[in-house]
């Protein structure tokens, strides 16, 4: 897989962003999707996943009610929906790919784009 995320910028408080994550080559159908996230100084931490069917979706408590993870599998691309934008949601934000079901942890995801960057300021 070569994933490739886009949607980034930068934005005010309170405002949104829609983040893709597209594979340029393979399908997407059979992978899981995470969207991790890592802002300067601090750890990587997981933000939102979905599953390869798309029946089932995770979020971090830290955006719940704000972010919106869903995928349209006949394009290829996962897609992340941010509402409601903090500056604590400044980060570069990456997709991640693992087989067919989400993990907890970001080692069990095999695949990783570069990130694109998300910044939120007045």
């Known amino acids: 897989l070569q994933l490739v995320e886009s949607g980034g910028g930068l934005v005010q408080p309170g405002g949104s962003l829609r983040l893709s994550c597209v594979d340029s080559?393979?399908?997407?159908?059979?992978?899981?999707i995470g969207w991790f996230r890592q802002a300067p100084g601090k750890e990587r931490e997981g933000v939102s996943c979905?599953?390869?069917?798309?029946?089932?979706?995770n979020y971090a408590d830290s955006v719940k009610g704000r972010f919106s993870i869903s995928r349209d599998n006949a394009k290829n691309t996962v897609y992340l929906q941010m509402n409601s934008l903090k500056p604590e949601d400044t980060a570069v934000y990456y997709c991640?790919?693992?087989?067919?079901?989400?993990?907890?942890?970001?080692?069990?995801?095999?695949?990783w784009g570069q990130g694109t960057q998300v910044t939120v300021s007045s």
């Open positions: 979905i599953s390869s069917s798309g029946d089932s979706t």
């Open positions: 080559g393979f399908t997407l159908d059979y992978y899981a």
């Open positions: 991640a790919a693992t087989d067919r079901l989400c993990k907890k942890f970001s080692d069990e995801y095999d695949y």
